[in-house]
């Protein structure tokens, strides 16, 4: 049976909802053994709401009570409950106590409210893990897309693409796509500059960071095309030819992929040395407490976790 581990997320968003939902599920039964990282007070109130009182395990990471949380509501509390949540669950993942973590989405600026430096789940699981080369992942099916730079504003993105970052992504999405049967993937890469960059008339990068890269890729071995212009790259008939795609900056692969597949997307993330998935879209506050959580993205990447974990068992 695989050992799962939820961090809870944030207790004034829906990921206390999701996390209860799925351990009491019975797709999951007796296949998947679940603990839920974060404050007991609230795991418990959202057992007894949305599981009809079906108690969980509960791993205590909070003192948190459920009376302290302001639903909907970015505070520092509840961003600091959510961060030890994370990092509770992380290390037990990394002792090897757990075999998987499905992380529940948590607001970042609560977190900075609460005086600690975050810009999201995949750079603080790196830095833990002292991992240098690791990418985000949005999957679903047959549709992969990873990103050289993320959590990062706009402006800063050109500077921070090189042409190494594009093929330690590149490889990364290789290795995953690999790992899913894949023998050898065909991997299509997105340019930087709208019309990739009209032969540097729009925008010199594509010529001279993107496409020296992609000829190196295609050196190395690896099945790889591109630049592609940005605006077509995700059409049906392009993305259809690929096993993936690297996308260079967060909204340009987030974009189409919510589009294509919002209810059923998996985040996760390459290179640690732990598996990490989590659902693709944030904590929902609008909706937050009231049940109608969609299940879709949590479940599927529940289910990435636990088949990622049972393949890691059988090569063991």
Not at 21 to 48: H, L
Not at 89 to 96: D, Q
Not at 281 to 305: M, N, P, Q, R, Y
């Amino acid at each position: 049976m695989v050992r799962l581990v939820l961090s809870m997320g944030d207790p004034a968003g829906v990921g206390p909802e999701l996390c209860v939902k799925a351990a009491d599920s019975e797709k999951f039964r007796g296949r998947i053994a679940f603990s839920i990282c974060g404050s007991p007070s609230v795991i418990r109130e959202a057992a007894k709401r949305f599981t009809e009182g079906r108690m969980p395990e509960i791993i205590p990471a909070s003192a948190m009570s459920f009376n302290e949380v302001e639903i909907g509501t970015a505070t520092a509390e509840s961003g600091r409950c959510a961060c030890d949540s994370l990092d509770v669950a992380m290390e037990l993942v990394i002792s090897k106590a757990m075999d998987a973590l499905v992380t529940a989405p948590m607001n970042k600026y609560a977190v900075n409210l609460a005086g600690i430096p975050f810009t999201g789940h995949t750079e603080r699981l790196a830095e833990r893990c002292g991992v240098k080369d690791y990418v985000m992942m949005q999957s679903s099916g047959s549709l992969r897309v990873v990103f050289v730079t993320t959590h990062i504003a706009l402006a800063e993105v050109p500077a921070a693409i090189t042409g190494e970052r594009i093929e330690v992504t590149t490889r990364l999405l290789r290795d995953a796509a690999r790992s899913e049967g894949i023998e050898n993937p065909k991997i299509g890469i997105a340019a930087i500059n709208p019309h990739a960059g009209e032969n540097g008339c729009m925008g010199k990068e594509d010529e001279l960071v993107v496409k020296p890269a992609v000829a190196r890729l295609r050196e190395s071995g690896i099945d790889v095309e591109g630049p592609f212009p940005p605006d077509v790259v995700f059409t049906e008939r392009i993305r259809g030819r690929f096993d993936g795609i690297v996308a260079m900056y967060h909204d340009q692969g987030h974009i189409p992929v919510k589009m294509l597949a919002f209810d059923r997307c998996v985040n996760s993330t390459l290179g640690l040395p732990i598996i990490r998935t989590s659902p693709d879209h944030g904590t929902a506050f609008d909706i937050a407490w009231k049940g109608t959580a969609d299940t879709g993205s949590f479940f599927a990447a529940v289910e990435l976790a636990a088949s990622r974990a049972e393949g890691g068992k059988k090569n063991a």
